[in-house]
């Protein structure tokens, strides 16, 4: 399928969508039916409408329909409003973006026009510093050359400038016929591919010839990127609207719902089936009672001939008075407390980025227990873990190594003594630095030079060569000055050989003004690279020079030069311009022209670039990993830099204990025996405590994705890290999906417009506000400043959010059953008929008032301190495993209401027998019995008590009696007086205190037994924390972790996969002794002086 | 020349801080202890000696309560007397519903009695019904209790089914199943020649004379249907002067149940023979209840009732018996709390890594 693109023509562009952006969900017409057919979709809700509309009929309705209709109708209320108001905000948003004026050229003459007006073949302008409307295809600039440079950061997250140019056919052309261009462009239907424009383009006459030209990604400028030092750009409209690559890419973000949600959700099925076997059982009982017994109880006065639904009343009556089985409170409470964690989220000081000033932010205020129960979690690279900031630390110059004793080589002495001195090597080195790049320095008006660079390394080899005093000034077409301690020298550039990440490396060819000599000039990989270098040279410093960088986690290049001869060049040039223009595997051979010149390199040196990671980014993997999270590297950069990184934090371990396996290949055949050879290697060694990691590239993953999935998910499966380079935001996403669809709760972290799709796709998406802009941290479910906040989120935030979740919802179902069991208790008492022990104020308040005030509290519980659960963070694993919320946890609940049931049930009917069993009287005794037990059963089930919580359990029981006092104040309720008359009964608070004493006892004794006998983790820690305190700091662990980070480089973590094969002596005797296992538990470090001694002692070893 | 060099952001991170500290700006959320999650908090833990002093303290506390509950309800002198079948003569037991049915028989029945143990007035009588369903759903439902309060309401009439109306439509008052069902056994006694007045004044709760039933609501088209229930009510006394309907209208909430009939003032002797002769026109034959004459006297917990005290004292004694229990467990097989070697993820570790360990740290020492 084509698309084809009158340019300029207006007579045909109405066939495609205008320029309107629309991301909204709801229109204000269909707003009302969607909105309800999609609340309707949830079954709770279908449930709760069919309950409200059976009662209804007073027939069988055993209290006042308004106490269903009021909370459904509140319920619904809520969500459409909080819906309408997103939606009202995406549409402002589009509003803005639509309504945004750009220049279009329109019968030849320029116009200020609204983006939304847009057409497909429109010419659009745009000046330096706009935003690209819509897809274009680039037919002028302001530059000579025909480029011009764009900033794609919110479409793929890279911050480099990249140059587009425009397409041959169009060179030359001026302002005035760029307005009067006529043409058809023919291009493919809209995709989602940001990385390939497969079209051409041709010119209708007068315009030159009206051959075929190509185009390509290179000719386009594409949606939401901006134009960067060009004065002016023009291009044809291609795509619009939501067509555009940047639309279609766009997904549409479901709506999550977090592991706790469908656990709720599973057990409310499961009480529906439960509460369907009650309703069929009594049922069936009430009409074998009512057609024996009943007939019989003349006062009664059953007809002899009832209506044709007879037999179905006694069942729906059942039915509704077990409806409360399903606490209707529950999704509301839920939404509140959610929004609570959100906002504990987001007031979080820890989580204040410090040097931006920005908090942390939970956008989704719906998924935060979700947290807790992470299992794999996703992250980008640059710009997550690194702070995308490239700085030069050492280079190695013929032999000699410089920034090795202080870390820098811009203030080692000895360099600046070289510089000083002339040394020649060093000259040749730095003018490399300078020269073999495509870097544009950039001149303000103050006269200060900034470098606008395609890729940061470049950028931080300038730089540090412009502190070394080789300054590079200008770049003027094809001279290029450079100012060498004051001294102005002038180069041309004669061709650029340009980096391919198959030749991994580049290299230019440069004249030299004053003395008319060529030279290549190169600089690349040292495996690409070394190979060149002339024979004979001793090339071993060289090696290890790069072997002892990356042992740093440093980013080399090698670089080279060589004088070329005059008739070598020429010859070599024509070679070049022929392959250059070749339409047929062109990329290849240029590639083998440029290996041509290649060769007999004099290596010059070794450069150190330093792509710092972010603060306590180790740490903070450290620590996740106890946890039993795994990690995946998935980045778009190249495998060598995200193997070292890797290596750097924690990722991954160096070879010893860890190893690397990888997946490579360039056919189907190889990427197929590559895989299973990695997966062999995996299922053998998955039971040793070695830390093995695959890496895989995009290339060899989208094979994998189209032909292996099964292979892989089994291999995504046993390894708990991976790294995946040189992936395209598609296949992130599509990784993402994979290990959801293994079902493992995924999280994804990433700071760059290349992560959107893999956010969203997550169950939880992190955006670290960055460098890259927001566009990820909007996408994104949380937002944070800086990864290592990370841990805090998911150990601090994550799992209290879960751990409260985990008891409040089934709180909510305990007290529900709780009532429901009395009622059903009561039925056997009388007649099975389906009488209500309770009144409908009594009901409705129980659920609404009573029972849903203190469980609230539990938004402040806090099981263990922070500070334990950052040392322990293993204690995840009951989050991770989902133990506090399962169908077992959740029978102890039921089992418990039961217990309780019968408890209030049997002793009030005892209590209350013979004289005293009056209806209204007997109602209120066991209400107050499931309140003084419910009260008790918070105060048990909480573990810290802050004097909210006490306020919000004891202000509730009072708020209790209170609230029954007024209503038997009211002379026309049914229990006028009752609740006076109770508490001046002796014998009503001698029941109460007894239904609590045989209500709780044994659930305490059985706790005190648990808890000392058979504890949980969880509770011995806090044992622990209580009895003696925290052992020790927080900070000074982290300090430590900290040295021993620096010196050790090839730290390896081993945590096999049942996650509890790690040594840690966590709490020791005394307090000075702060014995920890670090990371790879191979090195345990007793106290800190000897931890410094290990520390010098395992860098000697690795000096000798 | 003067040009722009990246500076290491990153480094000076740490001296960041403090400026920033400094010049807060107002995007920082507000601190408080209860943003920060850190308001003060108490954190109890079920440590043994606590948990057996709970224990304690509970078995210390029900026993005396409980022997206090036995005590007053000892003190509690009761008489049943089960008359259904007693009352139905020789000839008709094996039919005792076309005994009940027949309103040509005199269902005058009389009963002797024996006071077991002095009993101080007042005496309460009460009668019992057993199995008799007064919280069946279809009964607990037929009532309108804005009839019964307001003369005006007379035809207000709604959830009555099925005794609303007259078979000509005219509304029923008192309406509804429970007032037509109206209990009308009568009892009388007498002490020798002495007759002992049944005081049947105030035996209704009066918050049910003053405000549930009106004093100007008489009784209308009560009873006079084809099919009659229970007992009549005289058209002339007002519905809150009733007493007998507003006690029989409080509805029971179990099958077996007594009701107040009167009180006697005056005080009976142990070995007194006191003669009752009662009307047996409650029809409770049909569903095989029972009925019960019940004098009994009160204490301050109630009628005579064992639960109470036997539950209190079963607890407390449970409750000691768990603390000695846990005292035992504790000295026997103590326990450390929060100990971290039982960790399950310290108590697994592989010897391998602790082989490693202790083989470096070793190193290190020589």
């Known amino acids: 399928m084509k698309r084809f693109v009158y340019i300029n023509d207006d007579s045909c562009q109405d066939s495609y969508c205008d320029n309107r952006i629309s991301n909204r969900k709801y229109t204000l017409l269909n707003f009302l039916p969607k909105n309800l057919w999609e609340q309707f979709r949830r079954f709770m809700n279908q449930y709760f409408l069919l309950i409200a509309c059976l009662q209804l009929w007073s027939l069988i309705t055993p209290v006042n329909p308004a106490s269903t209709w009021g909370p459904l109708i509140i319920i619904f209320a809520v969500s459409a409003s909080k819906e309408a108001w997103d939606d009202y905000n995406r549409y402002l948003l589009d509003k803005q973006a639509n309504e945004k004026e750009v220049w279009v050229v329109k019968n030849g003459v320029r116009k200020h026009i609204q983006a939304q007006d847009i057409r497909v073949g429109s010419i659009v302008w745009l000046r330096e510093n706009d935003e690209v409307p819509c897809d274009l295809v680039l037919i002028g600039t302001s530059e000579p050359l025909g480029i011009c440079y764009v900033e794609t950061a919110a479409l793929d997250g890279e911050t480099d400038l990249k140059t587009r140019v425009i397409p041959p056919t169009c060179v030359g052309l001026d302002s005035e016929q760029l307005h009067k261009i006529k043409g058809v462009i023919e291009c493919p239907n809209p995709d989602k591919d940001i990385r390939r424009f497969d079209a051409n383009m041709r010119l209708f006459p007068p315009f030159i010839d009206n051959d075929l030209c190509p185009l390509t990604i290179n000719n386009t400028l594409l949606q939401s990127c901006y134009l960067r030092y060009t004065e002016w750009a023009c291009g044809v409209a291609v795509y619009t609207g939501n067509e555009t690559k940047l639309g279609m890419s766009r997904g549409i973000p479901e709506p999550k719902l977090t592991a706790v949600d469908a656990m709720i959700d599973k057990l409310t099925g499961a009480i529906f089936l439960f509460q369907i076997v009650v309703v069929i059982v009594l049922g069936f009982a009430g009409n074998v009672w009512k057609d024996t017994e009943a007939r019989k109880q003349w006062y009664v006065l059953y007809p002899n001939e009832g209506p044709w639904y007879e037999l179905l009343v006694i069942p729906l009556r059942f039915e509704l008075l077990c409806s409360i089985m399903i606490p209707i409170s529950l999704k509301v409470s839920l939404d509140l407390v959610k929004s609570v964690y959100a906002k504990f989220i987001d007031w979080d000081e820890e989580m204040l980025d410090q040097e931006t000033d920005t908090p942390s932010h939970a956008a989704n205020t719906a998924i935060s227990e979700d947290l807790g129960q992470v299992e794999y979690i996703l992250t980008d690279k640059t710009g997550t873990l690194t702070e995308n900031r490239m700085i030069f630390r050492r280079c190695c110059i013929n032999g000699t190594f410089y920034g090795n004793e202080s870390g820098d080589a811009l203030k080692d002495v000895e360099m600046l003594n070289a510089v000083a001195s002339n040394d020649t090597h060093v000259i040749r080195f730095l003018t490399v630095m300078a020269l073999c790049n495509t870097v544009m320095p950039v001149k303000s008006n103050s006269g200060t030079i900034s470098y606008k660079a395609q890729s940061q390394d470049e950028d931080a080899l300038v730089n540090a060569a412009a502190r070394l005093h080789m300054v590079l000034i200008s770049k003027n077409g094809n001279t290029v000055e450079i100012n060498y301690n004051g001294s102005i020298v002038q180069f041309e550039m004669l061709d650029i050989l340009e980096f391919t990440s198959d030749r991994k490396r580049m290299s230019v060819v440069v004249k030299d003004c004053h003395s008319g000599k060529i030279f290549l000039l190169s600089k690349g990989a040292d495996e690409a690279t070394l190979p060149c270098s002339i024979p004979g040279q001793q090339i071993r410093t060289y090696i290890d020079a790069v072997e002892q960088y990356a042992q740093l986690g440093l980013r080399t290049l090698v670089l080279g030069w060589r004088e070329l001869q005059e008739d070598e060049y020429r010859e070599w040039s024509r070679m070049f311009k022929e392959a250059n223009s070749t339409l047929v595997d062109r990329e290849w051979k240029i590639a083998e022209v440029c290996q041509r010149l290649e060769l007999d390199l004099e290596i010059l040196g070794v450069t150190a670039i330093e792509d710092r990671l972010q603060e306590g980014v180790p740490e903070t993997i450290e620590i996740l990993r106890q946890a039993g999270i795994n990690f995946w590297m998935l980045t778009g950069d190249k495998q060598s ?370 808890y000392t006998y058979r504890p949980s983790a969880i509770n011995i820690l806090q044992q622990a924390e209580r009895i003696r305190g925290p052992i020790y700091s927080l900070g000074n662990l982290e300090s430590q972790l900290k040295s021993v980070e620096k010196d050790v480089a090839s730290l390896s973590l081993n945590q096999p996969k049942n996650r509890n094969s790690v040594y840690e002596p966590l709490l020791s005797d005394s307090p000075t002794a702060t014995r920890r296992s670090i990371g790879p538990s191979t090195f345990d470090l007793f106290q800190s002086t000897q931890s410094r001694l290990s520390s010098s002692y395992l860098r000697n070893c690795k000096n000798n | 020349m003067n040009c722009i060099v990246d500076s290491d952001i990153g480094s000076s991170s740490s001296s960041g801080d403090a400026a920033v500290a400094l010049t807060r700006k107002p995007r920082r959320p507000k601190y408080s202890k209860f943003t920060q999650q850190e308001l003060p908090a108490c954190k109890p833990i079920l440590n043994p000696q606590w948990v057996i002093s709970v224990f304690t303290l509970i078995g210390i506390v029900f026993v005396p309560i409980g022997v206090a509950s036995l005590l007053a309800s000892n003190g509690v002198v009761e008489i049943v007397d089960q008359y259904e079948t007693a009352c139905v003569p020789r000839n008709m037991t094996n039919d005792k519903v076309a005994y009940i049915q027949n309103a040509d028989i005199d269902k005058t029945c009389t009963r002797l009695i024996k006071v077991p143990r002095d009993m101080h007035q ?79 004044k105030g035996i209704s709760w009066k918050s049910d004379r003053d405000h549930k039933f009106g004093k100007n609501v008489y009784p209308k088209n009560f009873q006079n249907g084809t099919l009659i229930g229970g007992g009549k009510l005289n058209a002339d006394i007002p519905l809150n002067e009733q007493e007998d309907l507003i006690v029989w209208m409080r509805i029971a909430a179990l099958p077996i149940f007594r009701k107040l009939y009167g009180k006697i003032e005056l005080d009976l002797k142990e070995n007194d023979t006191i003669l009752v002769t009662l009307k047996n026109n409650y029809n409770t034959y049909i569903f095989n209840g029972k009925k019960k004459l019940v004098l009994s006297t009160t204490s301050w917990l109630g009628g005579k009732n064992d639960f109470l005290g036997l539950a209190y004292l079963t607890v407390g004694g449970l409750c000691f018996f768990l603390a000695v229990a846990f005292t035992l467990v504790y000295m026997i097989k103590s326990r450390k709390l929060g100990d971290p070697s039982d960790l399950s993820w310290n108590r697994d570790s592989s010897g391998a890594d602790y082989e490693l360990f202790r083989d470096f740290t070793s190193s290190i020492d020589s």
Not at chain 1, 939 to 957: C, D, P, V, Y
Request: aromatic fraction near 12%; glycine fraction near 6%.
């Open chain 1, 641 to 1010: 830099t995200a193997i070292q990184v890797a290596l750097q934090c924690n990722f991954i371990s160096s070879e010893p204990k860890g190893q690397l396996l990888f997946i490579n290949g360039k056919t189907e055949d190889e990427v197929a025996r590559s895989l299973e050879r990695v997966l062999l290697t995996m299922r053998i060694t998955s039971s040793e405590p070695k830390d093995l990691a695959f890496v895989v590239d995009g290339w060899a993953l989208e094979i994998i994705l189209k032909q292996y999935k099964e292979a892989f998910t089994e291999l995504a499966i046993l390894s708990r890290t991976a790294i995946c380079c040189r992936v395209t935001p598609s296949q992130k996403a599509q990784l993402v999906e994979l290990l959801k669809s293994c079902d493992y709760r995924t999280l994804a972290i990433g700071d760059g417009g290349n992560d959107v799709r893999m956010i969203q796709q997550a169950d939880i998406g992190v955006g670290i506000s960055g460098r890259e802009g927001l566009q990820a941290a909007r996408a994104a479910d949380y937002r944070i400043g800086k990864f290592r906040f990370l841990k805090r989120l998911i150990l601090v935030h994550g799992r209290y959010s879960y751990n409260r979740t985990a008891f409040l919802s089934q709180y909510s179902f305990y007290k529900s059953l709780l009532i429901c069991f009395i009622q059903i208790l009561f039925s056997f008492f009388s007649g099975i008929s389906g009488t209500s022990l309770f009144n409908s104020v009594s009901l409705m308040a129980y659920n609404v008032f009573y029972t849903s005030i203190p469980v609230m509290a539990s938004i402040l519980d806090k099981d263990l301190s922070e500070k334990t659960v950052m040392q322990h963070p293993q204690i995840l694993i009951y989050c991770q495993a989902g133990r506090l919320i399962n169908p077992s946890t959740f029978a102890g609940w039921f089992g418990r209401s039961l217990y309780h049931a019968l408890v209030v049930f049997l002793i009030s009917i005892h209590a209350y027998a013979d004289e005293k069993s009056e209806m209204e009287e007997l109602s209120m005794v066991a209400l107050s019995g499931c309140i003084w037990l419910q009260a008790f059963v918070v105060m048990l089930e909480m573990n810290s008590f802050t004097l909210l919580q006490f306020l919000a359990i004891w202000g509730n029981f009072v708020a209790f009696y209170v609230i029954n006092f007024i209503v038997s104040n009211i002379p026309s309720a049914g229990m006028y007086t009752i609740m006076f008359r109770l508490c001046r009964q002796p014998s009503y608070w001698i029941t109460m205190v007894l239904i609590v004493a045989v209500g709780m006892g044994p659930v305490l004794a059985l706790k005190y037994f648990r």
């Open chain 2, 122 to 200: 007042p005496i309460y009588v009460y009668y019992q019904l057993d199995n008799f369903y007064q919280n069946h759903r279809r009964y607990v439902k037929s009532r309108n209790d804005a009839q019964l309060r307001n003369s005006k309401e007379a035809n207000e009439t709604r959830y009555c089914d099925p005794e609303r109306t007259t078979e000509d439509g005219s509304p029923i008052v008192p309406c509804g199943l429970i007032a037509w069902s109206f209990f009308n056994d009568t009892y009388r006694f007498t002490r020798g020649d002495q007759k002992l007045t049944v005081n049947k």
